[in-house]
């Protein structure tokens, strides 16, 4: 079946300072990549999504690109901000609205003012 | 445009006992998935339901089943609960295409003692 590995576990950034958080995807049938913000007490929000028709989608400060040759799908955030400090989780799903989603394991992203 | 509501937010159970979780899914969305969330872990996919059928199953015992009713809410039943079923049991709604991606309610954190 899909695994989705995750990097990194954690990260810690200045307010300001860029992140970056990478995934790979081990089944190339997989079509759809969305991201997660999970904030302390919450569900997972989706913050972006990207379909495997597409190599990037932007979103003012948040971007995903997608390499489906690599099998790899990153996330972009720009210009951090304390209240971007969260649990960020990868997924990825092939099919369309039956197929369960698959999830990473998880970036603890810190930013420091 | 209300978002996905689950019922209770805490529940603690004693081992062996039985609970039933409740989801009410977004308005316009008839597709329900569960997922359980161990601490510090992502998410894992229970089962999906559509049309009040399930229509896909993850690596979960027989144990764990559901319900999907006419309104597109759901109920996740666990019998025998077991210490290791100690987690957030999310509940996600979406379209049937997914084309709007999966929307996630709070959670559930059942605690078994």
């Known amino acids: 079946g899909e695994n989705v590995e995750q990097h990194p576990s954690t990260l810690s950034v200045q307010e300001g300072d860029s992140a970056v958080i990478k995934c790979t995807y081990s089944d190339s049938a997989s079509n759809y990549f969305p991201w997660y913000k999970q904030e302390l007490g919450k569900g997972p929000q989706l913050i972006i999504d990207?379909?495997?028709?597409?190599g990037e989608k932007k979103d003012q400060r948040i971007a995903v690109t997608l390499n489906k040759t690599a099998k790899h799908f990153s996330l972009h955030i720009t210009e951090t901000q304390p209240e971007d400090s969260a649990v960020y989780f990868c997924?990825?799903?092939?099919?369309?609205?039956?197929?369960?989603?698959?999830f990473g394991t998880g970036t603890r992203l810190l930013v420091s003012p | 445009e209300t978002g996905v509501t689950q019922s209770p937010t805490h529940l603690i159970k004693t081992r062996g006992q039985q609970v039933t979780l409740r989801c009410s899914s977004q308005s316009g969305h008839n597709t329900v998935s569960w997922y359980q969330q161990a601490l510090g872990q992502g998410p894992q996919f229970i089962f999906q339901?559509?049309?009040?059928?399930?229509?896909g199953r993850g690596n979960f015992p027989p144990r764990f089943s559901g319900l999907q009713f006419p309104n597109y809410s759901s109920e996740l039943n666990v019998n025998a609960l077991e210490l290791d079923d100690s987690a957030l049991y999310l509940c996600?709604?979406?379209?049937?295409?997914?084309?709007?991606?999966?929307?996630f309610g709070s959670g559930t954190r059942l605690t078994v003692v």
């Open positions: 339901y559509y049309r009040e059928e399930e229509n």
């Open positions: 997924a990825a799903s092939k099919g369309a609205g039956f197929q369960k989603l698959v």
């Open positions: 996600a709604s979406s379209l049937a295409q997914g084309l709007d991606g999966y929307t």
């Open positions: 990207i379909r495997s028709n597409v």
